[in-house]
């Protein structure tokens, strides 16, 4: 199949590069803001964002920064020839990402049932996946599609 190319300026820019890298920062920033993790145990509900320290933390902007700069090296031609690390880098961001959420489903902080505020076990019923884990994992499968091609080319 052919794929579409326009300029930008003195740029030629592939189309559908130009799209998909598109979707996936859109994927990113959209996992950042929603939250990925709700909590609904008997006395507190609550929503777990990416950016949360109990999750993630401040690497959740490297995950942004990651896709950003995949995205803005479409047009820059010296960016080019490392994408294939770039998109490692968002696609290991994104495992961690899920896999933490991951951990958080079987572990949740009781203040009051540990005496130093760790962390105790609490039944899978008390967390589910909220409507931000659907980016993550659109970031997951993506990012794996663009690492794919871009190891290729």
Do not use: K
Not at 27 to 52: E, F, K, M, N, Q
Not at 87 to 110: E, H, K, N, Q
Not at 120 to 144: D, E, I
Request: proline share 3%; glycine share 12%.
């Amino acid at each position: 199949m052919e794929r579409r190319a326009f300029r930008i300026g003195d740029r030629l820019v592939d189309g559908g590069e130009f799209l998909e890298r598109g979707m996936l920062l859109a994927c990113a920033a959209l996992a950042v803001v929603l939250p990925i993790l709700g909590t609904s145990l008997s006395d507190t509900t609550d929503d777990i964002r990416l950016h949360d320290a109990r999750l993630f933390g401040a690497a959740t902007y490297l995950l942004l920064l990651a896709y950003t700069a995949g995205f803005f090296g479409v047009f820059t031609r010296s960016v080019r020839e490392h994408m294939r690390f770039i998109d490692l880098g968002g696609l290991i961001m994104t495992a961690v990402a899920i896999s933490r959420a991951v951990y958080m489903l079987g572990w949740v902080p009781l203040a009051g049932a540990v005496d130093n505020g760790g962390l105790a076990t609490a039944p899978l019923a008390g967390f589910h996946l909220s409507y931000g884990s659907v980016p993550l994992f659109v970031l997951l499968f993506g990012g794996t599609w663009q690492l794919r091609r871009s190891w290729r080319t």
